[in-house]
């Protein structure tokens, strides 16, 4: 069965330091990968996804097949990126839909 | 504006109460979802529609139900509340349109049964 797994229910660091949350999932098909995050007080939002290959707001994902790792990266952390961050995937087959990690929340402290 | 409207956003209810968790999306998208969330846990999906008159329970079990008569229209109910009904309810609506799927989330409700 499809599951993603993220080990770290709370990530601190300080403000500059690099981040790296981290998420595995296990599905035999080939998924598409996804990070939301939550800010406090607001709504479940998207904030990247892999197969567009980008960098919002500082952070990169990427895709490792070899290791089914999808580990979100930041290089110098900011206070306003404290969050719940999800990975989540989606099976490519039937009705798509999103599976979720348990979530880690990323503190950032000045 | 193109959005996804949840009410209420809090309740607090005793048991024993019949619900309707109403759901609302200006976005033009086909596809529905109800997600649970538990404090810190992660987000199950109990409910999902394709479209008009077309309902589906997800992944985790769920004592209540959804209709679909509407298009931008998804209501949850539960006929008799509980306090293991307490939780947070997220409605999401999607696209696929241009290729690129995205999730997108209405504020949630919060529930307390007690």
């Known amino acids: 069965a499809q599951r993603v797994t993220q080990p770290e229910k709370l990530l601190s660091v300080f403000k500059g330091a690099p981040v790296e949350l981290k998420c595995n999932y296990s599905?035999?098909?080939?998924?598409?990968l996804f990070w939301y995050v939550q800010y406090s007080r607001q709504r479940l939002q998207l904030l990247l996804r892999h197969i567009s290959r980008e960098s919002i707001k500082g952070f990169t994902a990427d895709l490792n097949k070899g290791e089914t790792s999808f580990h979100l990266k930041k290089p110098f952390a900011q206070e306003e990126d404290s969050a719940m961050y999800y990975c989540a995937l989606i099976m490519n087959t039937g009705f798509q839909k999103l599976v979720f990690g348990t979530g880690t929340r990323l503190l950032v402290s000045p | 504006e193109a959005d996804i409207y949840q009410t209420p956003r809090y309740l607090v209810i005793g048991t024993g109460k019949k619900i309707t968790l109403e759901c609302s999306q200006t976005m033009g998208h086909d596809k529905m979802y109800w997600y649970q969330q538990d404090p810190g846990m992660e987000l199950h999906l109990i409910h999902y529609s394709y479209g008009v008159n077309s309902t589906e329970k997800g992944d985790l079990s769920s004592e209540s139900t959804v209709s679909r008569i509407r298009t931008e229209h998804f209501p949850l109910t539960l006929e008799s509340a509980r306090p293991s009904h307490t939780s947070q309810y997220l409605c999401?609506?999607?696209?696929?349109?241009?290729?690129?799927?995205?999730?997108?989330f209405g504020p949630g409700t919060r529930l307390t049964v007690l």
């Open positions: 999401a609506s999607s696209d696929t349109s241009g290729g690129l799927y995205e999730q997108f």
């Open positions: 599905y035999s098909g080939s998924p598409e």
